[in-house]
């Protein structure tokens, strides 16, 4: 997308929403296909600023699971969306309040 608008409101994040749809269908379906699953989101609110969703690791056999959430920012996409895994909220020095990674 060329087009930047500074909004959150208006034709370009509606097409953005639009195509992050189309791009989260394609990444499933392609991850699926090759055995390479770790994630699901869908959108929180009507808006599509706001995703939730379920990440996991395995690891030694052992599957690793994960609440994640973030917001599309205003400057998006000049500026990109801060992941957040609320469970590892203060578990490592690098995790930031609210589970962000620094």
Do not use: H
């Not at 699971?65 to 500026?79: C, G, H, R, S």
Request: include cysteine.
């Amino acid at each position: 997308m060329v087009e930047k608008d500074g909004s959150a409101k208006g034709i370009v994040f509606s097409q953005f929403t639009s195509f992050l749809d189309i791009s989260r269908f394609e990444c499933t379906q392609m991850n699926k296909s090759n055995d390479n699953d770790w994630f699901r989101i869908s959108a929180a609110n009507p808006e599509g600023t706001r995703w939730i969703g379920k990440c996991w690791y395995v690891y030694n056999l052992l599957k690793y699971e994960f609440d994640l959430q973030f917001n599309i920012p205003i400057t998006y996409p000049a500026t990109v969306p801060e992941l957040e895994l609320p469970q590892l909220d203060g578990k490592t020095q690098k995790m930031l309040e609210g589970g962000r990674s620094a």
